[in-house]
C-alpha cells in the first residue's frame, strides 16, 4: 500500500491524522463532561469515570506508542477543569505518561495472539492498571504525599475505569481492525482488494457442457446405435404384452 493514498481518497499520513483527532476529541469532551458532572452536580463522588485508560489502551494498539501523548493530555486537561495546583499537573500528567509502558506486553504477546482469547485480552488492562496506579503514586510521593493512602486512593478510583477498559476491549476484540495496528491493517485490506478471482472460477460448483453433450441431452446427436435386426413383433404382438 503507497504512504500517499488508500483506495485513491486519502494519504496515510491523513488516515492516521484522522483516526488519533477522533479519539482525542472523544476523551477530551468526556472528561470536560466527567469534570463539569462532578463539580455541578456529585461534588460528593469519592471517583470519578474516566475514558482515559480505554482510549489510551486502544490508541497503543492501533497506533503504538503515538498513544503515549493521550493519558498526558488528558492529565493536563484534567487539572485544567479542577482549577488544582501544579504539583496535580505534574502527578497526573507524568503519572498518566506511563500507562504507555503497557504496549510492551505485544512484545511478549503479539497482537494477534492477545486478542485472540478473551482471557488473554484481559492480561492487557490488567498490566495498565497496575503501571498507573504504582506510577501515579509514586509521582505523588515525591511531592510529600503518603505512599499508602495515595496507592489506595488511586486504586479506588482507577479500579472502574479499568473494568470499563476491559469491557470495550472484550467488545472491540470482536470487530475487525479495531485492536489491529492500523499499519498492517491498512495493508491487509488493500491486498483483498487487489486479489480478484480468475474468470474461469467465477461460477465455482458449475461445470459447463460442450456441443456435443448438449445436443445428446436434447436429441439432436447421433442416431441411437441399431440392433441386431431381429425384430420381435411378430413374435410377441402388443395383445399379448
Known sequence: MKKSNINGKISYNQYKLMDILLFLVIMCVFET??????????????????????????????????????PVVNGVLYSILL????????????????????????KLLPKEKLFAKWYLTLIYPAVAFVILIFARTA???CFGNDFVACLGSNVFAESL?????????????????MLEDQKLYLKRVAQSQEIKPPKDEVWAGYTELDEEELKKLHGTGEKEEKGDGISLYDEYPPDSR
Do not use: C, Q
Not at 458532572?37 to 489510551?56: E, P, Q, R
Not at 490508541?59 to 503504538?64: E, M, P, S
Not at 499537573?89 to 505518561?97: D, F
Not at 475505569?161 to 481492525?177: D, I, Q
Open 33 to 70: 463532561i466527567n469534570v463539569f458532572a462532578i463539580k455541578k452536580w456529585f461534588t460528593d463522588m469519592l471517583f470519578s469515570v474516566s475514558l482515559m485508560t480505554t482510549i489510551s489502551l486502544i490508541v497503543l494498539v492501533r497506533w503504538n506508542l503515538l498513544g503515549a501523548i493521550f
Open 83 to 106: 482549577g488544582a495546583p501544579a504539583e496535580t499537573y505534574v502527578i497526573y500528567a507524568v503519572g498518566n505518561a506511563f500507562i504507555a509502558l503497557s504496549w510492551f506486553v505485544f
Open 161 to 177: 475505569n479499568t473494568a470499563f477498559a476491559a469491557v470495550a476491549l472484550l467488545v472491540l476484540r470482536k470487530l475487525p481492525g
Open 139 to 141: 509521582v505523588a510521593v
